[in-house]
């Protein structure tokens, strides 16, 4: 029988043996099931729909070539997304450029590139980007508008609320503004509106909400300047699994509650149906990825805590420090093993937040143990630094029972390539 924790049916011992840890593991098999998903469940079930992967949550030139094999366009933030999905061949019309703070440098690389669509998060980016268009391009554009809604989910990743850096408020001057700004703008093709409401979530009043909130915007801009608006982008968050205690809804939970709504509106207003865009993130890769470390140090303070140490923490994954995210594992050679004990799961940076996983049961754990942390796939190798000088892992991608370096590990020299001295 076999002994250790096999990920996609690759040994997950065998794969720190070969790369070292901390190790993220990724599975292309899983990426693309879930790009399947989303196709069979949302883009086949209704025309006229778009599915842009938001690339904050995982971005590596591997990661951009199955993107750019699928259907699905691409969500960038930065130079830097933008520069990885353009240097992996992704067309600039699948590529959808967000930010709340876009820099001039980074509005003109994506003018000159012919991004497919820009995200203006606020009136002076609305107004910068007209004066950098000047008379060269025209800009296709979407207002992203903070919808005024609260998002069950943590604070820090929550973005739709009234008090949101992201966005233009709902019904607010600047909204009104910049509506009438990109109406008149020779250089600015308005396509419409974007939201993204928060991450992580298990119910769909929040994205509803929004869609009736935009729907509404949407006729009063047909009502007052006779625009019709084409495209309505309704954001990504959908939940995922991280404990046994997660109880995430199917995609078309979310899907088709927004879609009844948008075709219900419709006919209500009598508008044309914009096209709908979701960009999905985490829901694409979160499941896709485990993390593997050694366990160095254990040290039992009787009666209150048994801690294991990690040869990783907080730089390879900040969500617990950042947000108190959760997560489940197990030790990866000894799979079969009863949990006997209860420890809490120690990073190796000194910071006394940098705890891994809380009270988690596991077999004995000793020093050697490979321990094998579930569902890192989304925002952990994007999320990770180089705190203590840590050098950040690699990153290894399956296929179809198959190993591939797509990341090196960091070296010393690397750490040290950009410091002058
Ligand atoms: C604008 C935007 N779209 C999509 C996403 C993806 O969210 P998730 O990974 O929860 O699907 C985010 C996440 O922060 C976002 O800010």
Redesign the pocket.
């Known amino acids: 029988m076999q002994e250790n924790f096999e990920f996609c049916s690759v040994d997950s011992v065998y794969l720190a043996q070969k790369y070292s840890t901390p190790l993220y593991v990724m599975s292309q098999d899983i990426i693309e099931e879930k790009i399947d998903y989303i196709k069979v469940n949302f883009l086949d079930k209704y025309p006229r729909t778009y599915a842009y992967y938001?690339s904050?949550?995982f971005l590596t030139k591997a990661m951009a070539k199955i993107i750019k094999k699928s259907e699905m366009g691409i969500?960038v933030?930065s130079y830097g997304e933008l520069y990885t999905a353009l240097d992996a061949g992704i067309n600039p019309d699948k590529i959808m450029f967000?930010g709340n703070n876009k820099s001039k440098d980074e509005l003109e690389f994506a003018l000159e590139r012919g991004i497919g669509r820009i995200v203006v998060d606020g009136i002076s980016e609305l107004k910068l980007l007209i004066e950098l268009a000047g008379e060269r391009f025209t800009a296709k554009i979407l207002l992203r508008i903070s919808p005024n809604v609260e998002a069950h989910t943590h604070k820090y990743?929550s973005?739709g609320q009234l008090d949101s850096k992201?966005g233009l408020s709902f019904a607010s001057k600047d909204l009104d503004e910049a509506i009438e700004l990109a109406i008149k703008s020779e250089h600015i093709d308005f396509k419409g509106f974007?939201f993204?409401v928060g991450?992580?979530l298990f119910d769909n009043e929040a994205h509803v909400e929004s869609t009736k909130k935009a729907m509404e915007l949407i006729k009063e801009i047909k009502d007052k300047y006779d625009y019709e608006i084409e495209d309505l982008n309704v954001?990504?968050?959908?939940g995922v699994r991280y404990t046994a205690e997660d109880e995430p809804m199917p995609l078309e939970y979310f899907t088709d509650a927004i879609m009844e709504e948008v075709i219900a509106l419709i006919d209500k207003y009598e508008i044309i149906r914009p096209n709908i865009f979701i960009?999905?993130?985490?829901?694409i890769v979160a499941e896709a990825g485990i993390t593997l470390y050694t366990v160095g140090s254990v040290k039992n303070i009787e009666s209150v805590r048994k801690y294991i140490c990690i040869d990783g923490g907080m730089a390879d994954n900040p969500r617990p420090a950042l947000y108190q995210a959760k997560y489940s594992a197990c030790i990866a050679n000894k799979m079969y093993d009863e949990d006997t004990e209860l420890v809490t799961v120690a990073g190796k940076c000194c910071e006394s937040g940098d705890i891994l996983i809380w009270d988690i049961n596991l077999p004995k754990v000793e020093r050697g143990d490979i321990l094998a942390v579930m569902g890192t796939g989304?925002y952990n190798y994007s999320m990770s630094s180089n705190y203590n000088k840590l050098a950040k892992p690699a990153v290894v991608m399956i296929h179809d029972k198959e190993d591939r370096l797509i990341v090196q590990r960091e070296s010393y020299e690397d750490l040290l390539k950009n410091d002058l001295g």
């Open positions: 938001a904050k949550a969500d933030v967000h990743i973005t992201f974007h993204h991450s992580q954001g990504g968050g959908f960009e999905p993130g985490r829901y989304a």
